[in-house]
């Protein structure tokens, strides 16, 4: 049963996260999170963060680690694969009807009209990361976090990893 | 072969920073200079056709290039080369991290990544409205985006269904504006 949970879990974002990996956070987080309640919001944080710190795909990396923690190995194996296989087996059987879709204008409405659904789920995503941070850390430390990790990541261009690494040490020696 | 493939897609995945997308140059590179199993062409085609579909790229790219390089194994060898290692560094720190968290600065550690795991999600979320906007209008994209805050937030629809609403409009309904 609880397998089943789990295939349920990262099916829906496998066959919905239209846009690459990342459009899979804010479904994965609806169902690990809010739905089956398998892990606290700060928890999906901490996953979210060393995910980020990590090379290689992050929808997989969630996958396997929450599938890991829910119900080991095979708990890993079943999360995993209804992230991948979905839309894997898709290509690899339709790949010629596939081919006549893409450029097609019905296919560019559909990405457009998603896009923005994603971008809402992860902005209330990013709101409640920065209301519970207030309530555990404080106002100001919060405030210091967020202006420091914006100024890296979008004016100096500093590799995610190390901005992590930077949330890392700061709450280490501060909080 | 089959080591080869894992070899390609195994350094894919270990190098490949700032998630899937970022990897894509990388596979381009191994693919189509290095090993030479496909021409520029059929990358992109390969690649167009994986953007169609949902879910993460990389595992699409890697499964169908080890897929038309030697069938079924070579699909299930490039998809584990690519994810199974940083799966397996993940589980073993995230663990490693749990098993400290009584210590308080380690539990500073956990609350320090919040607000910057914030900060990331919320560029990703400017850069998602940007890219909706690119093929429409700002007036639009913010209209559409506050109609889906009320569908999700204020009726409480599952996104899914959201989701599915959209796909199932854009395919049925006739060529149009937008």
Redesign the interface.
């Given at each position: 049963m609880i397998y089943l949970q789990i295939f349920i879990a990262f099916f829906?974002?496998?066959?919905?996260?239209?846009?690459?990996?990342?459009?899979?956070?804010?479904?994965v987080e609806?169902e690990v999170v809010q739905n089956f309640g398998w892990m606290t919001s700060?928890e999906f944080?901490?996953?979210?963060?060393?995910?980020?710190a990590?090379?290689?795909?992050?929808?997989?990396?969630m996958a396997?680690?929450i599938g890991?923690e829910v119900a080991g190995v095979i708990g890993?194996i079943v999360a995993?694969g209804a992230?991948?296989l979905?839309?894997?087996l898709?290509?690899?059987f339709l790949?010629g009807l596939?081919?006549k879709?893409?450029?097609t204008?019905?296919?560019?409405?559909?990405?457009?009209?998603?896009?923005?659904?994603?971008?809402?789920?992860?902005?209330?995503?990013?709101?409640d990361?920065?209301s519970?941070?207030f309530t555990?850390?404080g106002g100001v430390?919060?405030l210091i976090?967020?202006i420091a990790?914006?100024l890296m990541?979008?004016k100096f261009d500093i590799?995610?990893?190390l901005?992590?690494i930077?949330?890392?040490?700061?709450?280490?020696?501060?909080? | 072969m089959q080591l080869k493939i894992f070899w390609v897609f195994f350094k894919v995945g270990m190098l490949g920073y700032g998630g899937g997308p970022a990897s894509i140059p990388l596979v381009h590179k191994e693919v189509v200079d290095t090993y030479q199993w496909m021409t520029d062409d059929e990358f992109q085609d390969s690649l167009a056709i994986g953007n169609v579909l949902p879910g993460p790229i990389i595992t699409k790219l890697a499964g169908y290039i080890g897929y038309l390089q030697s069938g079924w194994l070579g699909l299930v060898n490039a998809v584990f080369a690519a994810i199974l290692p940083t799966i397996i560094l993940m589980i073993v720190l995230l663990k490693l991290f749990t098993e400290f968290k009584d210590l308080e600065w380690v539990q500073g550690m956990s609350n320090g990544v919040v607000p910057v795991v914030g900060v990331m999600l919320f560029l990703l979320t400017y850069e998602f409205l940007e890219k909706a906007q690119a093929k429409t209008t700002w007036r639009f994209i913010i209209l559409f985006t506050l109609g889906a805050f009320i569908l999700l937030y204020v009726i409480g629809l599952h996104p899914a269904i959201v989701i599915l609403a959209i796909v199932i409009f854009s395919l049925v309904r006739r060529e149009g504006r937008i």
């Open positions: 829906i974002p496998g066959v919905l996260g239209y846009g690459g990996g990342p459009s899979s956070i804010p479904l609806q700060q944080a901490e996953v979210l963060a060393l995910g980020n990590l090379p290689g795909p992050i929808a997989t990396k396997g680690f890991f890993a995993v992230t991948v979905p839309s894997l898709l290509m690899v790949a596939l081919y879709i893409k450029g204008k019905k296919f560019e409405t559909l990405t457009t009209l998603i896009r923005p659904v994603i971008a809402i789920l992860l902005g209330i995503i990013a709101f990361f920065f519970s941070a555990e850390s430390h919060t976090l967020m990790s914006f990541l979008k590799h995610p990893a901005v992590i930077f949330g890392l040490v700061y709450g280490a020696l501060l909080l | -």
